[in-house]
T-cell receptor
Framework: AQKVTQAQTEISVVEKEDVTLDCVYE???????LFWYKQPPSGELVFLIR??????QNEISGRYSWNFQKSTSSFNFTITASQVVDSAVYFC??????????FGTGTRLQVFP | GAVVSQHPSRVICKSGTSVKIECRSL??????MFWYRQFPKQSLMLMAT?????????EQGVEKDKFLINHASLTLSTLTVTSAHPEDSSFYIC???????????????FGPGTRLTVT
C-alpha cells in the first residue's frame, strides 16, 4: 500500500531562518512520482514540484530546494531564508502514475516576522 | 494556462437539502477530474474520479448515492451532496487532468476549493 508520512505537524520559525519539511513515503512500485504542494490560508493548492522515481537529482528553485533520497524513501523540502509569505500548510504527495494522489497529513509552517 | 475554477467558493445550507458544486477547466479539456475532501487541519482525501461520459469511480467508504458526480462535458464536473448533514461540512477540492494528446500523466490542476457548511 502507498503511504506518505509528514511527521512534523507544525513548525514555527522566525523570518530568515532556514526550515526543512520532512516527507517519508512507502510504495512497492518501481515507478512513482512525488510532489510538494503549498496550501495558503485561501485554500487553493499551489503546485511546487514533481519528481519521478528515476530522477534522484536534487533540485533548487530560488529559495526552495528538494532532497530526494530513495535509500531512505524521503523527499524533503527546504526553504532558505524563510519569509512571512511562506506561511502555509505544505503537503507531500505520492502517485504511482495512475493519477491518484496520496497526500501526507501536511505540515503547517508559520513564519514570524 | 491550466486554470480550474470551482463554484461556489462558499455555501451554507440547511440539513436535509442538496448542494451542487461545479468544477470547470477554463482553458483546457479534462477527460478526468478528481474530487477531494479536506476536513479542518487534515489532509486531502480522494473521494472519486470523474470521467467524461461515464460513471464516476468512488473510493472505498464514499457513498455514491450521497455524493453524486456528473462529468457531462470535457470542461465541467459537478458534485452534488444530497440530503446534506452537518457531518458533510468540509472543504471540497476538485482537480482536472488534461486530455490526452501529449499530456503527461502527472499534470493535475487543482481548483480553489468550496467550503460547505451544513447547519
Amino acid at each position: 500500500a502507498q503511504k506518505v508520512t509528514q511527521a512534523q505537524t507544525e513548525i514555527s520559525v522566525v523570518e530568515k531562518e532556514d526550515v526543512t519539511l520532512d516527507c517519508v513515503y512507502e510504495t512497492r512500485d518501481t515507478t512513482y512520482y512525488l510532489f510538494w504542494y503549498k496550501q495558503p490560508p485561501s485554500g487553493e493548492l499551489v503546485f511546487l514540484i514533481r519528481r519521478n522515481s528515476f530522477d534522484e537529482q536534487n533540485e533548487i528553485s530560488g529559495r526552495y530546494s528538494w532532497n530526494f533520497q530513495k535509500s531512505t524513501s524521503s523527499f524533503n523540502f527546504t526553504i532558505t531564508a524563510s519569509q512571512v509569505v511562506d506561511s502555509a500548510v505544505y503537503f507531500c504527495a505520492l502517485s504511482d502514475g495512475t493519477d491518484k494522489l496520496i497526500f501526507g497529513t501536511g505540515t503547517r509552517l508559520q513564519v514570524f516576522p | 494556462g491550466a486554470v480550474v475554477s470551482q463554484h461556489p467558493s462558499r455555501v451554507i445550507c440547511k440539513s436535509g437539502t442538496s448542494v451542487k458544486i461545479e468544477c470547470r477547466s477554463l482553458d483546457f479539456q479534462a477527460t478526468t477530474m478528481f474530487w477531494y475532501r479536506q476536513f479542518p487541519k487534515q489532509s486531502l482525501m480522494l473521494m472519486a474520479t470523474s470521467n467524461e461520459g461515464s460513471k464516476a469511480t468512488y473510493e472505498q467508504g464514499v457513498e455514491k448515492d450521497k455524493f453524486l458526480i456528473n462529468h457531462a462535458s470535457l470542461t465541467l464536473s459537478t458534485l452534488t451532496v444530497t440530503s446534506a448533514h452537518p457531518e458533510d461540512s468540509s472543504f471540497y477540492i476538485c482537480s482536472a487532468r488534461r486530455a490526452s494528446g501529449g499530456a503527461r500523466i502527472y499534470e493535475q490542476y487543482f481548483g480553489p476549493g468550496t467550503r460547505l457548511t451544513v447547519t
